[in-house]
């Protein structure tokens, strides 16, 4: 069964320790890139530097990505208002598979995850106007679903001002499977390169 961390706050260097040289939601896409595409040879020296030196990368936000965390707990706030459910917020969650893991938003009261975005006014009405889970972000709520197991996510993307993306996704199978098997094989390389190095 994966491993709840809920003893520690996201963004804390408890829970960078934790992600070190470890395979999140963020990255899946990367992972995903066939061959070896920059992206994902990047990640691949990027997590083994992780594990060679016991680092995490340095994570430098940018003013999007500040405003995004400053208006997290208004979001959080507003999907259990729109939802009716209560949210726990939780450090991270380990995967069944060593060098897994995601970091949800928060697990709901009818046993689901949830995705928050909180992007520019302009990406907003984007995403409003699409009226989908975002295509950027596919993979990334999969992959949360396999970490977890569960049978469904939410997502909602909110912009002040501008009315909230609510979107219930359901599990698929098949690109379950396409994430399972890109990150074994993701793993088997990262640790042919390690041993590699050390």
Request: glycine fraction near 8%; proline fraction near 5%; charge should be negative.
């Amino acid at each position: 069964m994966p491993e709840i961390i809920r003893d520690i706050s996201q963004l804390s260097p408890e829970w960078f320790s934790l992600r070190c040289g470890s395979i999140g939601g963020s990255s899946i896409q990367a992972v995903m890139t066939g061959g070896k595409g920059k992206t994902r040879q990047t990640l691949m020296y990027q997590l083994a530097s992780e594990i060679l030196t016991g680092e995490k990368y340095g994570f430098k936000p940018t003013p999007a990505m500040e405003e995004g965390i400053y208006r997290e707990a208004e979001s959080r706030a507003k999907f259990s208002l729109i939802t009716s459910l209560d949210i726990e917020e939780v450090g991270l969650i380990k995967g069944n598979i060593e060098g897994t893991h995601c970091s949800p938003d928060g697990l709901t009261s009818d046993d689901s995850g949830l995705e928050l975005k909180n992007p520019m006014a302009h990406t907003q009405v984007k995403y409003i106007d699409e009226d989908r889970l975002p295509l950027e972000y596919v993979k990334q709520v999969q992959y949360s679903m396999w970490i977890t197991g569960y049978e469904y996510w939410w997502f909602m993307s909110y912009c002040p001002k501008l009315k909230p993306l609510l979107i219930k996704v359901e599990r698929d199978e098949t690109l379950i499977k396409e994430i399972e098997s890109a990150v074994i094989r993701f793993l088997a390389e990262l640790k042919i390169l390690v041993d590699k190095l050390k």
